[in-house]
């Protein structure tokens, strides 16, 4: 009979002791797997809706101005030096050294423009990248071409537009394509063409008057993208947009340590259920290891024999935690609110082989940390006092 089997032997003549093991350590495991995962879970649900926001890099003329005020009292401004941004050099965006972080780069041209007797503001634009800048927009008929236009809710109800009806604009005559639903936004009030038609219209052919840019933000150095921009063109301000985005990434990063923090409380508390319980099984087994002691096992089997029972029940206890973290982690998820009410169905827990291993490597160290004070303790008996224990 070798160790091993000593060692299985022992875990099935004393089942409620391992059990007891077992059930701390996996609940402390667990309780790992759950922060661990829901901190990941939510860091990726947020960084996979950070596209929803659209334009993340705002690229806009560089200007000079003078403010003038004097006792408290604004008297306005005085601009002067203003750069304009000609359209071939945003293709400068594409040598940049975070390049592949780049999702999408919308050029934009702006400008008054009179349609009848009311004045209105044209923004010529690129409509292929218009579903990675403005995911949120809903077209009712579609996106115009040369000779269309798309006018913004509030702007279709002002001027009273309609799809398929014709508008003179600047004496140019566009037919009204679609006509954007409502969206809380600037974009209501502004009638959209294409950019090559803006340009022709208010007679700055090559010319724009401001450039949005879409990241890929799933960890993107937005910060060294926006000075890497600004250093290839420097007659541009080039600003980063982050306003809630920054907020909830903020509030996530602290959750994250929270979690870290339980998580190392938790795992403590686990620790000292498997010391407290090898430590009565130690005390339990006096006279069994005085005989082990008395038919010749030395100090190393007694100590091999007590911490291979505690790396049994560690190693199950970690696959069981694991499982447990992850059915425990889609529960807790149900409790965070997602859009429509449907609780966190729409975040998905990872499957982290990374995770897994390591709260099987947490178990194991664990369980053989917290045993071998006992395993010390009982390697350490006399086997005439233990012998006497009979």
């Known amino acids: ?43 990726q649900n947020i960084n996979s809706k950070l596209e929803e926001y659209g334009a993340n890099i705002l690229i806009v003329p560089k200007t000079e101005n003078l403010s ?112 954007l639903d409502a969206t809380g936004s600037q974009d209501d009030q502004i009638l959209f063409t294409l950019l090559a038609t803006a340009q022709s219209i208010l007679h700055k052919e090559g010319r724009i008057s401001l450039a949005e840019v879409t990241a890929l933000c799933s960890g993107c150095p937005i910060e060294d993208m926006v000075r890497q921009i600004s250093e290839i063109l420097p007659g541009a301000n080039v600003m980063a947009i982050k306003q809630v985005v920054e907020g909830r990434m903020e509030t996530l990063n602290h959750f994250r340590r929270l979690s870290y923090g339980l998580s190392a409380i938790v795992a403590l508390v686990g620790a000292l259920v498997v010391l407290v319980t090898m430590m009565g099984s130690v005390r339990e ?45 889609k529960i807790a998820l149900l409790f965070f609110a997602a859009k429509g009410g449907h609780g966190g169905h729409g975040i998905a827990v990872p499957v982290d082989p990374w995770l897994a291993g390591g709260a099987l490597a947490l178990a194991i160290v664990l369980g053989l940390a917290a045993s071998f004070y006992p395993a010390r303790v009982a390697a350490r008996l006399d086997p005439c006092e233990a012998l006497r224990a009979l």
């Open 285 to 329: 087994r006096t006279a069994e290891i005085g005989i082990f002691r008395a038919i010749g096992f030395r100090s190393s089997h007694v100590m091999k024999i007590i911490l291979l029972e505690a790396g049994i029940v560690s190693v199950l206890a970690g696959v069981l935690g694991y499982l447990l973290g992850l059915g425990a982690t």
């Open 1 to 43: 009979m070798n160790l091993w089997d000593i060692a299985l032997r022992n875990l099935k003549r004393r089942k409620s002791k391992a059990a007891f093991v077992l059930v701390g350590l996996a609940i402390g495991v667990s309780a790992v797997v759950v922060f661990i995962s829901l901190a990941e879970a939510l860091t």
């Open 68 to 179: 003038m005020s004097y006792g408290g009292i604004s008297l306005g401004g005085v601009l002067f030096e203003m750069k304009e941004i000609h359209e071939e050099e945003l293709a400068k965006i594409g040598k940049i050294a975070n390049a592949n972080n780049v999702a999408a780069v919308g050029p934009m041209l702006l400008g008054a423009v009179e349609i009848g007797s009311r004045k209105a503001v044209l923004a010529g634009m690129d409509f292929q990248v218009v579903s990675q800048l403005r995911p949120w927009w809903k077209v009712q008929g579609k996106i115009p071409d040369e000779e269309g236009v798309l006018a913004g809710a509030e702007a279709a109800l002002v001027l009273g537009l309609g799809v398929g009806k014709t508008v003179t604009v600047n004496g140019r005559s566009l037919v009204v394509s679609g006509v």
